[in-house]
């Protein structure tokens, strides 16, 4: 078949070139002339100096850039691509975008006469140059039926989900997995080295066993070795877990369980280009590890909890000059102080062991007035001065004491 392909990254470059191995006579457009110049080198074909130019007459054109506006740019822009599309052709978008602008351009192209199937990739630039790609698809059965031969050149899962728009929401729920599972083992590493183990041979152990993952059995060596130089970047990540929480605040508000996933990513926002998990490691009282391998040989440092307490007591006493006491609970000082919900636990064992640290504080401070008032007024009778601030407000117990 007669195929275009727009975007020659990291994903792109091999998967035209299984287009191309598999036998299809294919056209390639890249903003960067000279990598599509390479390509032709590699594998053979042509290259077009625009995406209208590439699309035209093709029976597929496939699309792999980087974010809703590039799409947009390669599709309805100057010089797009649906300009010169032949009707009952399909094109197939790999970028990870959102179900906004699938729907979008497809609504555009069936005007236009020729199919759309939004079909985002998973698997990495290994998965790519293997030809080992999952993809989730959107769009109608009859445009899928169209792509789906295609894609089988270096894909090893390939399934249409619903309409137009459900590949690019199923790549969502996709991200939120591999961010949850990522964090966690790298904060599982930084504790591991932290705690004075050899993380590689626990590793070794607990890979046998439900901590098992692919990003643990794929990615502990080069997280280890403070490799970060390769697969799928921060940068990308981050603009993916973006879509997930406009998507998510128009869905449901807030969207559930990967906050402290973009948290964590934020903080390393300036090495987005590094490999994700590749994350800058986070450590268990909360700090980012620096960039050097987690088992270079050091002294071990003793563990310790005392930053994550002090985090977690001025996040406390924070929600309590917001707001009532009942706001207060564990949970909620774990997102004011950014950590995951279970760290309060290290140091409070329950709601109720965090409000007697409170009081214990709020004692303190109102010995401290009384004995500052005794010395001034005389020990017969003491007038207990009020603060502006709202000390009663730390716990029930100090209430009694300020009346």
């Not at 079909?119 to 293997?130: F, I, L, R, T």
């Not at 140091?347 to 010995?367: D, I, K, T, W």
Request: aromatic share 6%.
């Amino acid at each position: 078949m007669r195929v275009a392909f727009l975007g020659l990254g990291v994903m792109g470059y091999p998967a035209a070139g299984h287009l191309k191995r598999a036998g299809h006579d294919v056209t390639v457009y890249n903003r960067n002339a000279d990598k599509a110049a390479r390509w032709i080198a590699e594998y053979g074909g042509e290259s077009a100096a625009t995406p209208s130019a590439a699309a035209d007459g093709k029976d597929a054109v496939f699309a792999c850039v980087g974010r809703d506006e590039d799409l947009r740019a390669v599709a309805v822009g100057e010089d797009g691509a649906f300009s010169t599309m032949r009707k009952g052709a399909v094109f197939v978008d790999h970028t990870t975008a959102s179900a906004t602008v699938a729907r979008e351009l497809s609504s555009v192209a069936r005007e236009s006469g020729f199919g759309f199937v939004d079909a985002p990739v998973s698997g990495g630039e290994q998965g790519a140059k293997n030809g080992q790609l999952t993809i989730m698809c959107g769009g109608s059965e009859g445009d899928y039926a169209k792509a789906e031969p295609l894609m089988t050149a270096y894909a090893k899962q390939c399934r249409l989900l619903g309409p137009s728009g459900s590949g690019q929401l199923a790549k969502m729920v996709n991200q939120i997995c591999i961010v949850g599972v990522v964090q966690g083992l790298s904060e599982a590493l930084s504790f591991a080295r932290a705690a004075g183990l050899d993380a590689e041979a626990v590793v070794g152990v607990i890979s046998k066993g439900a901590a098992q993952s692919w990003q643990m059995e794929n990615r502990h060596k080069t997280m280890l070795a403070g490799e970060f130089n390769h697969g799928f970047a921060v940068e990308w990540m981050r603009k993916d877990l973006g879509i997930c929480f406009r998507r998510g605040q128009t869905q449901w508000r807030e969207a559930p369980g990967h906050g402290n996933g973009r948290h964590v990513l934020c903080r390393g926002r300036g090495h987005g280009r590094q490999a994700l998990g590749y994350l800058l490691p986070v450590c268990p009282h909360g700090k980012t590890a620096g960039r050097q391998g987690l088992n270079e040989a050091k002294p071990a440092k003793p563990y310790h909890h005392g930053d994550l307490r002090n985090a977690l007591l001025d996040a406390a006493r924070a929600l309590l000059e917001e707001g009532p006491l009942a706001d207060l609970s564990l949970r909620a000082v774990a997102r004011r102080a950014g950590v995951s919900h279970a760290a309060p636990y290290r140091h409070f064992p329950n709601h109720e062991s965090l409000l007697v640290e409170l009081a214990l504080e709020g004692f303190a401070e109102l010995r401290g007035e009384i004995v500052a008032a005794a010395g001034a007024q005389g020990a017969d009778r003491i007038a207990l001065p009020r603060s502006e601030r709202p000390i009663c407000a730390l716990s029930p117990a100090v209430r009694l004491w300020r009346g």
